[in-house]
């Protein structure tokens, strides 16, 4: 009977028994409750973040070119009617159209020019400055064209709108956006002309190749259909590969970034070897000192770091730099990414500060990129600077995930709620809800905690339940926990404390994890199986865990519980070797002392209480220490009086400790016996 008393009180507690250091004519009313105890682990955050935000496409980064093809749009002039050359101003006017309409432009342009210096107020002077744009382009004098179809453009005629197009169309020629754009606002007519022009600027302005995909090219005038068709193969070299080459056909004035379009084209298809082979003859064709020549070594850049040739881009990325600053910031992005695949985020890290110091652009897309990545390096404080200040759903979760590490549960709480708030996908949703019911749980907030397991098992019935399962667990109300668990393991655990050791063992009969291995040698150690208990407690010591430790302790204790003590003295002095610096490898050298004195050797078991007191002053194992000196000495006290000293030293000198009534009720009874009858109600009434 004693051996069960004493293996029931140890395995609830998992703590010292001290009921083998009797106290002298004391009988110890202790409440013996069979238990196995488990803690919830906080829910951790992800130990590594995933980026998902990346860089757009390389081939973007290859903007579209500028026209060099398209001419004004033309409106034939309506010829005025004359008799016998008569008006004058009007038979002028006329051979001004039939000498541009021939071909005739030097003596056309003579003749505009008498025109307008001798009718400049007649109505049709724009038509005229129309006349001499039309000229003056045919003549490849640009800047005269722009002039007259600007004059024109500003007048109010016939004209008005191609004269505003055909200035539109010129500035394009010359690369001036903003007068291109400017000219088109003046137009009223809209044409398939028009319509392409005005996203012929958007798409040099803005980079938005897109806006071309509907274009018809073929209900355009004839001399926009070159440059039409170069901005639909542009677009299908980006967005659809396969289709430029299947639409591919030669476009004279468009070959040079055809070529370089074909070789990204190529790369997106992942066909390297076509791609380094159109980049290395663009290099051989126009040199390196072209201006696009930044291009194919961008190209090649990234065709290396596909291939996995990351020092070859590190050594080369200079080049770039010096000549376009922007598209070398997307090779240190992009070394950044590869590193981070790796796994390597020191030199993710590194790469992403240098391209956010390398350039203007991409600030935002960094800063996230920044900010995961210090996360991933356990940076904690500094992620949280960047990500507080990102105003994205996501972003609120992984700003809660860093407050989580941080141990800032409130703070944490807040941005989970922002994040459940404010999202529209609903993996971050569920994600926010299963961390604040975890925050819920461990603030022993039971009211939010089980609204929040409401909404939770609406998406994750497991998780809820096995919540529940905690919720009731912590409660001690075994039966609910047991009922709640979808977890096999907290269910057996649950099982056991209810007493259904047979339950319990059914559960977990099939699985080997240590964890459930540990709890079988509980069963078995409950069933009084002290065989099995031991063979599976010495298999599961041999690990590096904290299972290993308990096991450890608990295969020593079941000799020390058995009355085994030279062998308990053995077993706990190896664990106290290994664990030396552990508290439970301290707690195993007083359970040597217990066994010595157990044993009989009461003075050897006196000299280890003594020495660890003085080498562990202060801890709570140097207190243990201290309450079981006390009780030797007591008993060893032949005096009443020293009995009494003894105890009133340690009840003064420790409060607070556990087992402080033990002695208190001890001190009473030797108040009685010394005749201080008063004395002794103190004590009891604080028992």
């Not at 010292?16 to 409440?31: G, H, N, R, T």
């Not at 105890?37 to 955050?45: A, V, W």
């Not at 996995?308 to 080369?316: A, D, F, L, S, T």
């Not at 204790?557 to 085994?564: H, I, L, P, T, V």
């Amino acid at each position: 009977m004693r051996l069960i008393y004493k293996f029931l009180l140890f395995l609830l507690s998992f703590s010292i028994a001290y009921a083998d250091i009797k106290l002298p004519d004391v009988i110890f009313p202790l409440e013996i409750i069979a238990q196995k105890q488990e803690k919830k682990e906080r829910l951790k955050p992800p130990k590594f973040l995933n980026i998902d935000e990346t860089i757009q496409d390389v081939n973007i980064h290859l903007p579209p070119s500028y026209p060099v093809d398209l001419k004004p749009v033309f409106k034939q002039p309506v010829r005025e009617k004359t008799f016998l050359g008569l008006p004058k101003e009007k038979a002028l006017y006329n051979e001004i159209i039939d000498l541009y309409t021939t071909g005739s432009f030097i003596l056309a342009e003579e003749k505009a020019r008498q025109f307008l210096r001798n009718y400049s107020k007649n109505k049709n002077v724009p038509v005229i400055l129309y006349i001499l744009g039309l000229i003056e382009f045919e003549l490849k004098n640009y800047n005269d064209s722009l002039n007259y179809f600007s004059k024109s453009c500003s007048m109010n005629s016939e004209i008005k709108n191609e004269a505003c197009m055909s200035a539109s169309v010129v500035s394009l020629l010359k690369s001036d956006l903003s007068k291109a754009k400017y000219f088109l606002k003046n137009v009223s007519l809209n044409t398939p002309e028009y319509n392409f022009l005005q996203k012929t600027v958007k798409i040099l302005e803005k980079n938005k190749i897109t806006l071309i995909k509907d274009v018809k090219c073929e209900n355009l005038d004839v001399s926009f259909v070159s440059y039409c068709r170069y901005l639909k193969l542009h677009y299908l070299a980006l967005s659809k590969p396969y289709k430029f080459f299947s639409d591919y056909r030669p476009l004279e004035n468009y070959e040079k970034i055809l070529k370089l379009l074909k070789g990204f084209a190529y790369l997106k298809e992942k066909k390297l070897n076509k791609a380094k082979n159109v980049f290395k003859d663009y290099l051989q064709i126009y040199g390196r000192a072209d201006l696009y020549s930044k291009y194919p070594i961008f190209g090649m850049q990234m065709i290396n770091l596909k291939e996995g040739n990351i020092k070859e881009v590190e050594e080369n990325v200079g080049s770039l730099d010096i000549r376009d600053r922007y598209l070398a910031q997307l090779v240190y992005i992009k070394l950044g990414n590869e590193y981070f695949k790796r796994k390597d985020f020191k030199s993710a890290f590194a790469y992403y500060q240098k391209a956010l110091t390398s350039y203007k652009t991409n600030k935002n897309l960094l800063k996230k990129l920044i900010a995961i990545t210090s996360y991933n390096l356990g940076l904690y404080k500094y992620a949280y600077n960047i990500f507080k200040n990102i105003n994205e759903d996501k972003y609120y979760l992984y700003t809660a995930f860093v407050l989580l590490n941080l141990e800032n549960y409130s703070e944490a709480e807040f941005y989970l709620k922002k994040a459940y708030k404010n999202a529209s996908d609903e993996k971050i949703k569920q994600s926010s809800l299963k961390y604040l019911a975890d925050i819920y749980y461990f603030n022993n907030d039971d009211t939010k905690f089980i609204a929040t397991l409401r909404q939770i098992a609406k998406f994750d019935s497991k998780f809820a339940s096995d919540m529940l399962g905690w919720y009731f667990f912590r409660k001690k109300k075994f039966e609910d926990a047991y009922n709640a668990f979808v977890d096999t393991y907290m269910k057996a655990v649950s099982a056991f404390n209810m007493d259904k050791e047979d339950t319990a063992l059914k559960l977990i009969k099939n699985k080997n994890d240590r964890k459930s291995k540990f709890l079988k040698a509980y069963v078995y150690l409950k069933k009084l199986n002290l065989d099995k208990a031991r063979k599976i407690l010495k298999e599961l010591a041999e690990g590096n865990d904290e299972i290993a430790k308990q096991a450890g302790y608990l295969y020593a204790y079941s000799f020390f519980s058995n009355e085994e003590y030279d062998k308990a003295y053995e077993e706990f002095k190896k664990f106290a070797e290994k664990y030396k610096n552990d508290p439970l490898g301290r707690r195993a050298v007083l359970r040597m002392a217990d066994s010595l004195y157990n044993l009989g050797k009461e003075d050897e078991a006196k000299k280890i209480y003594t020495q660890f007191i003085k080498k562990y002053a202060g801890s709570k194992e140097a207190v243990d220490a201290a309450y079981l000196l006390t009780l030797l000495e007591t008993k060893e006290a032949g005096e009443k009086s020293s009995i009494e000293k003894q105890l009133q030293s340690f009840v003064q000198k420790y409060p607070d400790y556990p087992k402080i009534d033990l002695l208190k009720l001890q001190l009473s009874e030797v108040y009685f016996k010394n005749g201080k009858k008063k004395k002794p109600l103190k004590h009891l009434k604080s028992l």
